[in-house]
């Protein structure tokens, strides 16, 4: 017995003699300045880039210690270190080694930094040494069985890994966006390939604070964290943004998060998400005082690639709406609930200058969505949504007050099956109808009523401010933006419906029963038949073709007015300078044409427009007024006609003029041309009973007029100038020689005098 003792003595302290002379042979052999001239030579070569290590110490029985380590970054890219660490020290039991166990008590990093750049051409920083390893890998012999199990054979148990201070940042310098994580703090204790261990995590995310603390399971992938995330200040979050999509970002936010995960393949998380006062800009839209509240549950089933959303429940500033389905690879079904409640939370959604503003009302809904996401003419819409007393304002637009309504869905169909119906201005309104395959390419069919509509008010609102066409056309600098026409459009769906309009106005011109079907199809619309009735007697009937897929729309009117009283059209189609005309009678047009602009309306309006009136009278013309007075020819003052026709063809923008207005005493007669852009070259002439001259002075005058076959005073006048400011003058060449000049003087110093005070402006051509 005491032979084993002194042998198993001997074998342990042979044993302890050649741990201790291996623990003093490394200390010798391996000092700092060897083992640094070692390892990173071999590192360099590993990686393909310069290593740098200020010191490195190593323990045959306690560990290895590493301060100042570096990595440097390859060519082309914009930093020198890709990868550095102020310490590293590992700490490890030697003992266990020989119970084929690896038990590291403490592997600690200390200020590491990181960062991972991805290039314009979408390349990243550690592609080159990726090769390097998958070459190496390419070019080791295959590991054998026995050389597997071995492996296999040893465990490996951590005590505490830490990270103090790390540093990792990611830069995408194509999409010019950033993600930085700094001061971050790591703690995982026990750590074991097969079994949960726990950690701490504790980090900035682009200023934002971030903490994580739970289990982890490496073995099963099984996790069970909670996380939390507190942003002070969003506009931190930018940087994460490519330039332009999100802009001056302002607010706060808090996270809560409870995940739990068994495997890749399923994982829940729960948890709360509170933001307020966020402010943005999107879209050049602006966004302010935002708050949302939400909470949620989302399961994650990988094998089936969905997210179930068992509930969510969010307010976005007050306005609840709660959310449960799933979203799949290549199907969805959703369900959206929201309850009867005002619309008022909505009102911080936008600021004041957005397109539309909602002012008050309530909304309810109930829809449920299905299909594939990705494919939208699979979706499938059933439901309902309904309003009351909304109120909205739009931008450049009367308000739209008392709207109600219910708009039901099935599948991809929709129906009003409580019509629409509300304010717009002072104008209620009514819309009934459906809509058929509104996910592609949509018909719809829509009735629309209307009780009364003035018509210079959405004038006002659609057409862009008046231009001095004159200017447009002699100045060749003009901006491209006032010579713009309006763009062509391209709307994929199918309309077509009826308009009824109690009281159709258009400033002294009122239609009753305005009635009228449209068609819209492939960018066409097409009114037809058009009728109305006028207040003052006489109908309105008719067609209008406007092609929109065209840039400045091409129109095509075709308008016939029967029986009308003129005496409203003109003091609401001419200016006031051009007096009153009455009279009963008809007007017929037909006009073609393309764009809106003066040089478009030059090169492409065409048509022409017929007028007819009997038994009327001009009141209150100032040039006829002014020549009764010169001429003493009281009857020229406010003179009646038994007819009135005039004749108007426009031809590539000029306009042909031929009207006479005829008398028993007297009689005009007018014909010449104009320009859209107002440029005048008429002549006119006035034909006079002699029984009508009396004064002295007019007897003068006309002594030397000549006299037409009927034995009637002839007078011509030219009339040039532009519509705003017409110049008139005697026509010397038609009454030859016997014209004196201080007749025509006197005339002309008249009538250039009159037209001073009271210049003729706005007319219709």
């Known amino acids: 017995m005491q032979k084993w003792i002194k042998r198993l003595a001997i074998v342990v302290i042979v044993f302890i003699v050649i741990l201790v002379g291996i623990y003093i042979f490394f200390s010798i052999y391996f000092t700092p300045q060897r083992l640094k001239a070692l390892v990173v030579p071999r590192l360099t070569a590993a990686l393909g880039r310069e290593v740098e290590i200020k010191e490195i110490r190593f323990n045959l029985f306690k560990g290895l210690e590493v301060k100042e380590f570096s990595v440097k970054e390859a060519t082309g890219f914009p930093i020198e270190q890709f990868i550095s660490c102020e310490k590293l020290i590992l700490r490890y039991r030697f003992w266990p080694l020989f119970r084929k166990k690896i038990e590291i008590g403490k592997l600690i990093l200390e200020s590491p930094q990181i960062e991972i750049i991805k290039n314009i051409q979408g390349r990243f920083n550690f592609e080159d040494i990726v090769s390097q390893f998958k070459k190496k890998k390419a070019l080791a012999p295959s590991p054998s069985k026995k050389d597997e199990k071995a492996g296999m ?102 996270l809560k998060v409870d995940l739990k995960t068994e495997g890749i393949n399923n994982a829940q998380a729960k948890g709360i998400l509170e933001a307020k006062n966020v402010s943005f800009i999107s879209q050049k839209r602006d966004y302010e005082n935002l708050n949302i509240d939400s909470k949620f549950d989302l399961l994650w089933n990988g094998s089936q690639q969905k997210v179930v959303l068992n509930k969510v429940h969010s307010l976005l500033n007050g306005f609840s709406l709660d959310t449960a389905g799933f979203i799949g690879k290549k199907e969805m079904k959703l369900k959206f609930d929201i309850p009867l409640q005002s619309l008022k939370p909505l009102i911080k959604l936008t600021t004041e200058t957005e397109t539309i503003k909602v002012k008050k009302g309530q909304i309810s809904a109930n829809l449920a969505v299905q299909g594939n996401p990705y494919q939208l003419t699979s979706l499938e819409l059933n439901g309902d949504v309904s309003l009351q007393d909304v109120s909205l304002k739009l931008k450049d637009m009367p308000s739209i007050s008392s709207v109600k309504g219910k708009l039901s869905f099935q599948k991809q169909d929709a129906i009003f099956t409580i019509p629409l119906s509300g304010k717009i201005g002072n104008t209620y309104f009514k819309l009934n109808g459906k809509v058929k395959h509104f996910f592609d390419k949509p018909i719809v069919t829509l009735n629309a009523e209307f009780n009364k509509l003035k018509l210079e008010e959405w004038l006002s609102l659609s057409f862009p401010k008046k231009l001095n066409t004159s200017e447009v056309v002699n100045n060749k600098n003009q901006s491209k933006k006032q010579d713009k026409e309006p763009a062509p459009l391209n709307l994929p769906f199918v309309a077509s419906g009826q308009i009824k309009i109690s009281d159709l106005s ?116 100032p040039l006829l007024q002014k020549v009764a007075e010169f001429l003493d020819i009281k009857a020229l003052t406010n003179p009646k006609f038994k007819e009135f026709k005039s004749n108007l063809e426009v031809e590539n923008g000029k306009i042909n003029i031929k009207g006479k207005m005829k008398e028993r005493d007297y009689g005009f007669f007018l014909q010449g041309s104009s320009t859209v852009t107002g440029k005048l070259d008429l002549q006119s002439d006035i034909t006079l009973n002699a029984n009508l001259v009396q004064n002295s002075k007019a007897k003068q005058i006309f002594k030397i007029v000549p006299r037409n076959e009927e034995g009637y005073y002839f007078v011509p006048l030219l009339i040039k100038g532009k519509f705003n400011a017409p110049k008139i003058a005697l026509n010397t060449k038609a009454i030859g020689e016997k014209v004196k000049e201080e007749a025509q003087k006197n005339l002309e110093k008249v009538l250039e005098k009159q037209i001073e005070k009271t210049p003729l402006k706005d007319l219709l051509f």
């Open 506 to 621: 258009y400033k002294k011109i009122i239609v009753s029963k305005f009635t009228t079907t449209y068609n819209f199809k492939d960018n066409v619309l097409v009114l037809k038949p058009i009728y109305g009735q006028f207040q003052k007697g006489g109908t309105i009937k008719g067609k209008i073709k406007l092609d929109l897929s065209k840039r400045g729309f091409i129109y095509d009117l075709d308008l016939n007015l029967d029986k009308i009283d003129i005496n409203n059209f003109t003091q609401s189609l001419l200016s006031p300078s051009v007096g009153e005309l009455r009279g009963k009678g008809s007007l017929i047009t037909k006009i073609k044409g393309k764009g809106i602009t003066a040089p478009s309306l030059e090169k492409y309006l065409n048509g022409w427009i017929n007028a007819s009136f009997a038994n009327g009278e001009l009141r209150g013309n």
């Open 153 to 254: 054979a040893f465990a490996l148990f951590i005590s505490e890994v830490k990270v103090k201070d790390g540093t990792a940042v990611f830069r995408d310098l194509k999409q010019a966006t950033s993600i930085t994580l700094k001061k971050t703090d790591f703690v995982a204790r026990d750590i074991s390939l097969t079994h949960s261990f726990p950690i701490e995590l504790s980090c900035l995310l682009n200023e934002v604070s971030v903490t994580i603390e739970g289990k982890v399971n490496l073995a099963t992938l099984k996790t069970d964290l909670k996380t939390k995330a507190f942003a002070s200040d969003l506009s931190s979050l930018l940087p994460v943004l490519p330039p332009g999509k999100l802009n001056d970002l302002r607010g706060k936010a808090g």
